[in-house]
């Protein structure tokens, strides 16, 4: 079992940046493949970015490609969302996940553990 908590959100202006991170506990974190999803008010909870156990693969929602940057450092048990050119349509509250899925798995159901999320909010 892994507990996580993300932290980093914020208000920022359009076309600023933000990096959000995720900190589990536990000695297993690298055997989680790591996503980050988000919900913004009145929406369902979507996928934004996942990266394999590795760090050898990486899948991206089309809305952010090019955009945001998803890392992790196993040795720090943390998983990062680099957010760049950001736009007002990415507010949401921002969730990382724990899945024991060998790959960069974009499906919500394959996501085992979930953290508390954390808010962004870009102001035109």
């Known amino acids: 079992q892994v507990q996580l908590v993300e932290s980093g959100g914020g208000l920022v202006q359009a076309g600023g940046s933000l990096r959000l991170s995720c900190a589990g506990s536990g000695r297993t974190f690298s055997r989680y493949a790591m996503g980050w999803f988000r919900q913004a008010p009145g929406k369902e909870r979507e996928f934004v970015a996942a990266?394999?156990?590795?760090?050898?693969?990486?899948n991206y929602a089309d809305s952010v490609k090019g955009r945001f940057t998803i890392s992790r450092d196993n040795a720090k048990n943390t998983v990062y969302l680099q957010m760049n050119s950001l736009k007002p349509e990415d507010t949401a509250l921002y969730y990382c996940?724990?899945?024991?899925?060998?790959?960069?798995?974009?499906?919500?159901?394959?996501?085992?553990?979930w953290g508390q999320g954390t808010q962004v909010t870009v102001s035109s």
């Open positions: 996940a724990a899945s024991y899925s060998d790959y960069a798995t974009t499906r919500q159901t394959r996501y085992d553990y």
């Open positions: 990266i394999s156990r590795s760090d050898s693969s990486t």
